[in-house]
């Protein structure tokens, strides 16, 4: 599909962000005829359905066929793509600030999403009173997620970051430290200093405190998890897999890095 000259939405990526993004997106093609598609058209139709949350079936005609935007977005799924390109632009991004690619300290922090009719693997979360799924996150300093994890919205925060951490295990050399809120008290500290070898160090609420209160490094876990929340189609869970649930969050994060990278201020509509 040619490139067609349209009236841009504001989830598109400017020249600059996308000059950013189409270098790690070059390697993706592989034996066959030439691609007739253009990727930043695709890019831009993934991004609108995030931002807005629209149905796949719903996806604007001025942007490529629905069909085509999700085979690739469930290839790049299928293939981890959306995980790399997460890590490779969370590294420019450090480096481009002045830090080691990789980080020394982190922050976990889960949040519950309410799941729709189609969405798959939901559990009752009774803390929260939600249905749905468990967003289980780990960021750098920056607020860049470094480790992402979809389960059942049942699945205790404890029991969350065990799994969570055991799939980053081994991926951050430089790791040394992480915080995180009360909700991970308790055998957790033990663990996570035995198993992988790094601190745990729980960050609460003063007693005396009233009201809100900006609690060290914890913020920054928050701040992510509020960034999440521009994008419609995470406000809840949409997807039969957890794949797709993770990919979205991943999708969600490219416009972000993109901007800080191309040095662009960001507006909202």
Not at 203 to 222: M, T
Not at 242 to 252: P, R
Request: aromatic residues 8%; contains cysteine; proline residues 5%.
């Amino acid at each position: 599909m040619p490139f067609m000259k349209r009236k841009p939405y504001p989830s598109d990526l400017p020249d600059a962000q996308w000059a950013k993004l189409k270098p790690l997106l070059s390697i993706l093609h592989g034996r066959g005829a030439p691609r007739r598609v253009n990727l930043r058209e695709i890019i831009n139709a993934l991004l609108y359905i995030g931002r807005t949350g629209c149905q796949w079936r719903m996806l604007p005609h001025d942007l490529p066929p629905w069909q085509t935007v999700y085979y690739y977005f469930k290839r790049w799924r299928d293939r981890g793509d959306w995980e790399r390109i997460n890590r490779e632009l969370r590294i420019e991004v450090r480096l481009d600030v002045g830090k080691e690619a990789e980080p020394s300290a982190a922050i976990i922090d889960s949040q519950s999403v309410k799941t729709t009719e189609t969405g798959g693997g939901s559990g009752y979360d009774a803390g929260k009173k939600v249905k749905g799924i468990k967003r289980h996150i780990m960021v750098d300093t920056l607020g860049l997620i470094l480790a992402l994890k979809v389960l059942p919205a049942n699945v205790q925060d404890v029991n969350g970051a065990r799994v969570l951490l055991e799939k980053v295990k081994g991926q951050c050399p430089r790791l040394q430290k992480l915080w995180a809120d009360g909700g991970y008290t308790g055998s957790l500290i033990a663990w996570v200093q035995s198993v992988c070898g790094w601190v745990l160090e729980i960050v609460k609420r003063s007693d005396q405190a009233h009201g809100f209160e900006v609690l060290p490094h914890r913020w920054i876990v928050e701040r992510t998890l509020g960034w999440l929340n521009r994008s419609r189609r995470l406000s809840k869970n949409y997807e039969r897999l957890t794949a797709s649930s993770e990919s979205w969050v991943y999708l969600a994060m490219l416009p972000l890095m993109c901007r800080r990278l191309a040095k662009q201020q960001v507006r909202y509509a």
